[in-house]
């Protein structure tokens, strides 16, 4: 027993087992703050603490469940057609999400994992717009009240390389080969099914132009030939005839400087005019179409369509020279024309407009 004693009186104080484990300055003390788990609020992800010593409980934001985007703000996702970027309030670091930009299609997180390459050219900036639907949709990124937004806009017409023409509008494209001078005129037209249809018109030809009046000056001058017509646009006795050679490639054919076109209309072949007294028409000739140019009244009297005057018949009626046909407006049917079909009896107003009589 004596022995156990000395040899405990002869442990170094170094050795000796301090009771530091009931310190009131350890860890705890430091870090009284116990993780009690996370809670939502208003698309918000909360980390929950509690004060152990005064029973405190703080809550922080972490994160937003909007779209559980979280971490540098770099790093863009897409939801609902537009690309979405993290942002935090700086005096408190509340998390939320900005949209900085469009989506051409909306992709899906499988998609953009398995082709990232894809993800780049699906991005639409602030005051751009795309094309989808072949043309039929334009989709505009802008931005209104202060937010980025996404337009979807229905277009009618043709669309042809990325470009939606109206109708009836023309433009030039490129004709496919080694001749750099000449193009294709396109047009857009509706069918008769009702569909736009991208259609070919015509050639242009690229002539060098030399003016020598002042001083020698070399410029290119874009001539047009319709399709399939003969024609001579500089009257050069040059004739030339556009044509379709294989599908969507046009050439320029050309005939010899003593063709003369020629018109045919009720087996009368004419070249530059022809009065059809039967008809009441001036027909004229015009690179190898028939083309209707005046009116006649009687046998000397042309009546112009540009300028279309009303002319006074000897028996009452008016006469107005019309591009499709010549109308004639007579209060009374007469005897020289025959009327097609059922006339539409007109009735005769009577009373007030809150009673009226027939």
């Known amino acids: 027993m004596l022995l156990f004693i000395f040899i405990l009186l002869c442990i170094p104080s170094s050795l000796a087992l301090v009771d530091s484990i009931h310190d009131t300055k350890d860890t705890g003390d430091l870090y009284p703050m116990v993780w009690e788990g996370e809670t939502y609020k208003n698309f918000v992800a909360f980390n929950v603490y509690n004060n152990y010593k005064t029973g405190e409980t703080i809550t922080e934001p972490l994160y937003s469940t909007r779209f559980f985007i979280s971490g540098s703000p770099r790093v863009e996702h897409i939801y609902y057609g537009l690309y979405w970027e993290a942002t935090y309030r700086d005096e408190d670091q509340y998390p939320d999400e900005e949209a900085v930009a469009c989506a051409y299609n909306d ?3 499988e998609l953009t994992f398995q082709k990232p390459e894809l993800f780049p050219q699906f991005r639409i900036e602030v005051g751009e717009s795309k094309m989808s639907g072949n043309g039929t949709v334009r989709v505009k990124c802008s931005k209104f009240g202060g937010n980025v937004r996404r337009v979807s806009e229905a277009l009618s017409g043709c669309y042809y390389n990325g470009t939606v023409y109206q109708i009836n ?5 490129p004709n496919p080969g080694n001749n750099s001078s000449l193009w294709k005129l396109m047009s857009c037209q509706r069918s008769e099914n009702g569909y736009f249809e991208n259609k070919l018109v015509g050639c242009l030809f690229d002539e060098i132009r030399n003016y020598t009046f002042f001083e020698n000056k070399t410029w290119v001058e874009r001539v047009e030939y319709r399709l399939n017509e003969v024609s001579d646009p500089r009257y050069k ?16 054919e050309k005939f010899p ?7 045919k209309i009720d087996n009368v072949i004419f070249t530059e005019f022809y009065d059809d007294d039967v008809k009441g028409v001036r027909w004229e000739c015009s690179h190898g179409r028939v083309k209707k140019f005046q009116c006649i009244v ?15 018949l000897p028996n009452g009626c008016e006469f107005i020279c019309n591009p499709q046909t010549n109308i004639f407006k007579c209060d009374e049917s007469l005897a020289m024309f025959k009327i097609e079909g059922k006339p539409r009896k007109m009735r005769k107003y009577k009373g007030s407009r809150f009673g009226r009589q027939y």
């Open 107 to 109: 992709l899906d997180e």
């Open 169 to 173: 509008e023309e433009w030039e494209e």
């Open 237 to 252: 006795r040059q004739w030339k005839k556009c044509v379709e050679s294989e599908p969507g490639v046009v050439k320029l």
């Open 257 to 263: 400087e003593d063709y003369e076109p020629v018109c």
């Open 298 to 312: 009687g046998k000397n009297h042309y009546v112009d369509m540009i300028s279309p005057e009303k002319v006074t």
